[in-house]
């Protein structure tokens, strides 16, 4: 982050109108700082790596199908190499598995290319901040691509019905809701959640939400 209200923009994207046209309407949002452009996963970590701290973005807009290296794995070298880094994963596919693979190579939010240039910027806005902005469609193919990931797990050490719980405590349900959405008693679910805290070695409840929100399991609309 830098110490001004200037937000540091790059954009990546193999397709040079593309980039064009981001560039044209972010620039007329005075607090964005269009500062760098890639073609590629390659050439945008060959830049980085070229540059100074200061130098270096705020916010990466970044492409999801490109040549050299793709989004999902440009984002997953990018945050290994700059964690402070936040990527809006930006692209015309809303594929659940590309959904999932991108917030889990640690993405800030994945937002289509059909968006509003006032979505976009709000989503840079929301990623500097580092609050995951999502669309309803994009939410959904979210949960419908962990819990894809989650059934062909070979993690056993979470029970089924654990996982259950915790993907709804990732949906911002609370024990109530998880008792009243799985058919089972509140107690049953505060047995859960306390298996799910011992398993992921954290003290409350509120820690198990923040690591569920953490890794992108949350709904954000």
């Known amino acids: ?12 994207d193999d397709h040079d109108m593309v980039r064009i046209g981001l560039r044209t309407y972010l620039m007329l949002e005075p607090k964005l700082d ?15 790596d ?10 990466i807009l970044m ?42 190579a640690g993405a800030v939010s994945y937002v289509l290319k059909t968006v509003s240039a006032e979505e976009l910027i ?5 990623a500097f901040k580092g609050m995951p902005v999502m669309t309803t469609d994009v939410s959904q193919a979210l949960t419908r691509g962990l819990r ?25 349900l609370s024990n109530k809701e998880i008792a009243e959405e799985l058919h089972i008693s509140i107690k049953t679910v505060k047995t859960h959640v306390s298996n799910l805290l011992m398993k992921c070695e954290l003290e409350d409840r509120t820690q198990l939400a923040v690591l569920a929100h953490r890794k992108g399991w949350a709904n954000r609309v």
């Open 63 to 104: 492409d999801l199908m490109m040549p050299e290296m793709d989004g999902i794995e440009t984002t997953r070298a990018v945050i290994s190499k700059y964690p402070h880094m936040k990527i809006v994963m930006l692209t015309s596919f809303l594929e659940d598995d590309k959904v999932y693979g991108a917030i889990e």
């Open 50 to 59: 070229s540059r100074s701290e200061e130098e270096r973005p705020d916010i």
């Open 1 to 12: 982050m830098n110490g001004s209200d200037t937000i540091k923009v790059m954009i990546v």
């Open 34 to 48: 269009i500062i760098a452009e890639a073609g590629n996963g390659r050439e945008a970590l060959n830049w980085l």
């Open 122 to 126: 709000y989503a840079i806005n929301g």
């Open 148 to 172: 894809q990931r989650t059934a062909q797990s070979g993690d056993e050490d979470l029970t089924e019905r654990e996982k259950e719980v915790l993907l709804l405590i990732a949906d911002g």
